[in-house]
């Protein structure tokens, strides 16, 4: 295996993403309006059983800045949407490893009777293999069927390239939780990563040969059985999106992940949780708005790197 090559570009000019108005060269900064909340995202806690070495949240076995989210907390946030009719459509889990919440099912179970699709994010590995969790969620799938979806990261399908971002040993876990999965009807896509220079042919081409060798039941060139993430890192130059940006890309802001999106995080040693812009950005203090749903309906300045290299450019999405 070679490593991925030397990046070659500038790290980050330190007069960038410093206003939420303008940029850098005085340029009207792009803005984003909530359209609709059709998917509400909750982050479960940033502990992890990986440590990952590109991990967008720093997710770790250590690593609790983001707390346990609690069942009646999860509640409070679904009653929100109820009463005020907001239409959402799809709650997401995501973490650190939404399988360490000690109330995860408890929670699944809970927003799955309220009608609401679920998709969660998971490594698949050793907390979703426990006994108590399969026969969770075996009776989960037998009563909400393909209400539910699970999301799981194999971020390569080479193991040595997915041991380089995951760690040494990952990649048979995951495979043998992934079969359990697909042996088991449950409705399931797959997350990987673009960051050993691998084109979308080549790596679909590839995920599709593991999965014929391993009997995985999964169709890789399907879009939405596998999603190709872009890489993200905020110290290196990325271009500040202005409002005549979108022409020139091919965009429209109503793309944006933050126009039908928002997380909840629950910071350590706080009370409440709190509503965040995107769930790529769950440290930045920037795009908080608030405890409440009604509260987060605030027009979003893209005034961070990942806007421009995930969204704008990448033209990526996390429920897509």
Not at 43 to 60: M, P, Q, V, W
Not at 94 to 113: D, H
Not at 180 to 201: K, P, S, V, Y
Request: net charge negative; proline share 5%; glycine share 6%.
């Amino acid at each position: 295996m070679n490593q991925p090559a030397a990046q070659t570009a500038y790290f980050l000019d330190p007069a960038k993403f410093r206003d939420p108005a303008v940029t850098a060269d005085g340029e009207p900064r792009a803005t984003v309006k909530l359209k609709k909340l059709e998917t509400l995202w909750i982050n479960t806690g940033t502990l992890c059983n990986l440590e990952c070495r590109n991990c967008y949240i720093e997710s770790s076995p250590s690593n609790d800045r983001l707390e346990y989210i609690r069942h009646d907390e999860v509640v409070d946030y679904l009653d929100e949407i109820q009463e005020q009719a907001l239409g959402t459509h799809t709650i997401g889990f995501t973490g650190g490893e939404p399988f360490l919440n000690p109330e995860m099912l408890l929670i699944l179970q809970t927003t799955l009777e309220r009608g609401f699709d679920v998709l969660l994010l998971t490594n698949a590995t050793r907390p979703m293999m426990r006994p108590r969790v399969r026969r969770g969620l075996e009776a989960l799938r037998d009563a909400h069927g393909d209400q539910l979806t699970l999301r799981v990261s194999i971020d390569h399908f080479d193991a040595e390239w997915h041991e380089y971002e995951r760690g040494a040993d990952t990649f048979e876990p995951v495979v043998e939780g992934l079969r359990w999965l697909t042996h088991n009807g449950f409705n399931i896509d797959i997350a990987g990563r673009l960051f050993a220079g691998d084109d979308e042919r080549t790596m679909r081409s590839g995920y599709a040969a593991l999965f014929e060798e391993r009997g995985i039941r999964l169709d890789a060139r399907a879009p939405d059985k596998l999603v190709l993430f872009p890489e993200m890192d905020a110290r290196l130059d990325a271009p500040e999106i202005t409002t005549a940006c979108w022409d020139k890309v091919g965009s429209h802001p109503d793309n944006m992940m933050c126009a039908s999106s928002r997380m909840i995080v629950k910071r350590k040693g706080t009370e409440r949780p709190s509503v965040i812009a995107c769930t790529l950005l769950p440290y930045d203090q920037r795009f908080e708005l608030g405890h409440t749903l009604r509260e987060a309906q605030q027009t979003v300045s893209l005034n961070h790197p990942h806007c421009a290299q995930f969204c704008v450019l990448g033209g990526a999405s996390c429920s897509g």
